[in-house]
């Protein structure tokens, strides 16, 4: 593998672990019991996983393009944006980020899950799932978050920022969808969020959790691979 893609995958494994570590500890801080910020609600998660999302790009954009999503990457590639050659090697970085942030929430969290007797609560705190379970529907949700998501990162593309701002602004995009676009699926908008800490939640050996609901696991997936392709190509198209 080429050095510099080495380097570059490095960093989105660093930035999916501080996006991860972030966004899931927001949502066990608010989800489960005993926590000072227990209850604290959907706007204390959608804040908390906007400031995860531009931390983790602080965190690796000096090494790389800080995707840390592989939605961004394949759409990325799709229009030329990203070598196909990076393509497996950030997916892979950016899964095992994931799982590894939703590891140490389960250190960070560790006598809580005890406390806590709701098993979609303990999932919750790791993977996405649906307020009313209606796969088309759940599909349509994550497609339009990613696409809206995609879009929104290529607009970035056309505009003049001070260096060092984008981040923020990138943590804003993402707080926006979440509030106005989240509700109805917990918006995963990538496929190595949800999927790296439900495999740690399958794994690992967590108090009074349940299943790690596999029948849903592909919504999360697919969804935002399908809306993030739509989003760089309808971006492609404009003038």
Not at 120 to 138: H, K, V, Y
Not at 190 to 217: C, E, F, M, Q, T
Request: aromatic share 10%; with cysteine.
């Amino acid at each position: 593998m080429d050095n510099s893609i080495m380097v570059q995958a490095l960093g989105e494994l660093v930035g999916t672990f501080i996006l991860v570590l972030l966004g899931d500890g927001v949502v066990a801080g608010v989800s489960l019991a005993k926590t000072k910020a227990n209850g604290a609600g959907w706007i204390a998660i959608t804040l908390g996983w906007g400031f995860a999302v531009t931390l983790g790009v602080y965190a690796s954009s000096f090494m790389g393009p800080a995707h840390l999503n592989p939605a961004v990457t394949v759409a990325f590639a799709i229009i030329g944006k990203t070598p196909w050659a990076a393509v497996l090697p950030f997916i892979i970085a950016q899964m095992i980020g994931a799982f590894l942030g939703a590891v140490v929430v389960w250190v960070q969290y560790y006598p809580h899950w005890a406390a806590t007797k709701d098993q979609a609560a303990i999932l919750g705190t790791f993977a996405t799932g649906p307020a009313i379970r209606s796969p088309f529907a759940n599909m349509m949700s994550e497609l339009i978050g990613t696409f809206v998501l995609i879009f929104s990162l290529l607009a970035l593309t056309r505009g003049q920022f001070t260096d060092g701002l984008n981040p923020l602004v990138v943590g804003v995009i993402i707080t926006a969808i979440g509030l106005s676009l989240g509700g109805t699926t917990g918006y995963a908008i990538n496929p190595a969020r949800d999927l790296g800490p439900r495999i740690a939640h399958a794994v690992l050996p967590i108090a009074n959790k349940g299943d790690s609901d596999w029948s849903y696991a592909w919504i999360p997936v697919v969804g935002p691979i399908i809306g993030g392709i739509l989003g760089a190509l309808c971006f492609v198209m404009l003038p």
